[in-house]
């Protein structure tokens, strides 16, 4: 798939979307807000990828709105409003999709980029990741997502702290509050990514995203409609291929071949 602003690869049950802006600090333009969401929508709904990647080029992984595009006063609100559609179906389509996405920060993620970098079920972060919110520091609020992932991955007070203090976060702080799942060397980023990648592509690829629905759900679900949510889903996946192959292998010395149906 062939487009200007990101590349988007699907290979061995893996899509890749890498932010390909290196020269503006991968920074959203009119072109990127477009080509992301479709991106993001034709590897979710593509039955051979069982698992997304979402890295970038360069050094910074992304810095939010290409601020060089816009006026700064109120001829801006059409593009900001265009932007922002665009950013958000992305994020709307990888937090949804029936399959586990991971993130890989190689480098800054500021405003806009926070969202992006952190809306992964398996987040990775180099050793030369940042987070920023960023967003005081141009009279905005925050977008992108950030606003409703940050206070589900590190709470309200922390998510409070994050925004209104606007101090960057480094990697092994990011890991302490639960921002990322792991911190991996610089050099060691590509290769862990494909390792987490093709793990997750190679399993049971239904009971993922039923679990993903389900943790989803529960930040909003009362415990009883909760509990019966998880009786129907875990009661639907008994009709599944991958659950027939794990539980042949169950007990033995076998390792269940799942296909992802």
Same mark, same amino acid.
């Given at each position: 798939m062939a487009y200007e602003?990101?590349?988007c690869t699907r290979e061995? !049950?893996?899509g890749r979307i890498v932010f390909d802006r290196p020269e503006a600090h991968n920074a959203i333009n009119g072109a990127m807000s477009?080509?992301?969401?479709d991106a993001a929508q034709r590897l979710a709904s593509d039955d051979d990828v069982r698992c997304i990647v979402v890295t970038a080029y360069g050094s910074t992984f992304n810095t939010g709105a290409d601020l060089t595009t816009l006026s700064g006063d109120g001829s801006d609100e059409p593009r900001i409003r265009s932007l922002a559609n665009g950013l958000h179906e992305f994020i709307s389509q990888?937090?949804?999709a029936p399959k586990p996405a991971v993130t890989g920060v190689n480098g800054v993620a500021a405003g806009g980029g926070? !969202?992006?970098s952190i809306c992964g079920d398996i987040v990775l972060a180099a050793e030369s990741a940042r987070f920023e919110f960023a967003y005081p520091r141009i009279g905005f609020?925050?977008?992108g997502g950030s606003t409703y992932l940050l206070p589900r991955l590190v709470g309200l007070r922390r998510a409070q702290e994050l925004a209104f203090r606007d101090e960057p976060i480094g990697p092994a702080e990011a890991e302490e509050i639960g921002l990322v799942t792991e911190v991996v060397g610089d050099d060691e980023l590509d290769g862990r990514l494909?390792?987490?990648?093709a793990r997750l592509a190679s399993g049971a690829t239904k009971g993922y995203a039923a679990t993903k629905r389900l943790l989803r759900r529960s930040l909003h679900t009362p415990l009883?409609?909760?509990l019966a949510e998880e009786a129907a889903e875990i009661a639907r996946l008994t009709g599944t291929n991958d659950f027939e192959s794990g539980h042949a292998a169950f007990g033995t010395d076998e390792t269940p071949e799942f296909v992802g149906e």
């Amino acid at each position: 798939m062939a487009y200007e602003t990101i590349g988007c690869t699907r290979e061995d !049950g893996v899509g890749r979307i890498v932010f390909d802006r290196p020269e503006a600090h991968n920074a959203i333009n009119g072109a990127m807000s477009e080509e992301l969401p479709d991106a993001a929508q034709r590897l979710a709904s593509d039955d051979d990828v069982r698992c997304i990647v979402v890295t970038a080029y360069g050094s910074t992984f992304n810095t939010g709105a290409d601020l060089t595009t816009l006026s700064g006063d109120g001829s801006d609100e059409p593009r900001i409003r265009s932007l922002a559609n665009g950013l958000h179906e992305f994020i709307s389509q990888l937090v949804r999709a029936p399959k586990p996405a991971v993130t890989g920060v190689n480098g800054v993620a500021a405003g806009g980029g926070l !969202g992006p970098s952190i809306c992964g079920d398996i987040v990775l972060a180099a050793e030369s990741a940042r987070f920023e919110f960023a967003y005081p520091r141009i009279g905005f609020c925050g977008d992108g997502g950030s606003t409703y992932l940050l206070p589900r991955l590190v709470g309200l007070r922390r998510a409070q702290e994050l925004a209104f203090r606007d101090e960057p976060i480094g990697p092994a702080e990011a890991e302490e509050i639960g921002l990322v799942t792991e911190v991996v060397g610089d050099d060691e980023l590509d290769g862990r990514l494909a390792e987490e990648a093709a793990r997750l592509a190679s399993g049971a690829t239904k009971g993922y995203a039923a679990t993903k629905r389900l943790l989803r759900r529960s930040l909003h679900t009362p415990l009883d409609a909760q509990l019966a949510e998880e009786a129907a889903e875990i009661a639907r996946l008994t009709g599944t291929n991958d659950f027939e192959s794990g539980h042949a292998a169950f007990g033995t010395d076998e390792t269940p071949e799942f296909v992802g149906e």
